[in-house]
């Protein structure tokens, strides 16, 4: 307990001498025209191909997730991918 105590004491010096700055601000864009809102359904399939990046692909058999979520909460449960 005393090890654990020393090491919380350390800790805090630390960030009291160097002064870290621990504000995690999201930037803010003065140019609000260029930010899109990407909300929504999105069509979704487990995998990856290079023609489904073609114009002309058909993705009607795709299934559609809700964005933003994770892909467990719409249905791909232990999916780990891109």
């Known amino acids: 307990m005393r ?9 805090v010096m ?4 160097t002064g870290c700055d621990f504000n995690y601000d999201i930037p803010v864009s003065d ?6 809102n990407l909300e929504g ?3 979704f399939s487990i995998g990856d191909d ?3 990046s073609t ?15 994770s892909w467990e909460n719409e249905g791909f449960h232990g999916y ?3």
């Open 31 to 36: 140019n609000w025209d260029k930010i899109i």
């Open 55 to 69: 114009a002309k692909f058909n993705d009607e058999s795709w299934d559609e997730i809700l964005v933003p979520s």
């Open 3 to 11: 090890k654990l105590f020393s090491a919380a004491c350390l800790v």
């Open 50 to 52: 290079s023609v489904w």
């Open 14 to 17: 630390i960030v009291l001498i």
């Open 41 to 43: 359904n999105w069509k």
């Open 80 to 82: 780990n991918g891109f």
